[in-house]
């Protein structure tokens, strides 16, 4: 079992970065395929990006492809998730989680079988 604990998320304006953290517990993590997603208000969770167990592989949404970049850091038990030229419609709370499977991209949430309590992000025009 793997606990997911993010941080980094905040208010920035259009255009600014942000740097997501997901830190993780246990010592399988680098078994794990991880994955980003955000959900807005109303809306449904989104997959965002995602990223082998060896970090070798990623895989993004095309909405963020070029603009956020997915890593891991296996000896920090720690995925990120750099996110920059943000714009209004990223605003969401940014959910990290772990799925322990052979990879593939992994874009479903029901796919992932751990989960973090999420991060706020808040970009305004």
């Known amino acids: 079992q793997v606990q997911l604990v993010e941080s980094g998320g905040g208010l920035v304006q259009a255009g600014g970065s942000l740097r997501l953290s997901c830190a993780a517990s246990g010592r399988t993590f680098s078994s794990y395929t991880m994955g980003w997603f955000r959900q807005a208000p109303g809306k449904e969770r989104q997959f965002v990006a995602t990223?082998?167990?060896?970090?070798?592989?990623?895989y993004y949404a095309d909405s963020v492809k070029g603009r956020f970049t997915i890593s891991r850091d296996n000896a920090k038990n720690t995925v990120y998730l750099q996110m920059n030229s943000l714009k209004p419609e990223d605003t969401a709370v940014y959910y990290c989680a772990a799925a322990l499977a052979n990879w593939r991209r992994l874009t479903l949430p029901h796919e992932y079988a751990y989960w973090g309590q999420g991060t706020q992000v808040t970009v305004s025009s």
């Open positions: 990223i082998s167990w060896s970090g070798d592989s990623t």
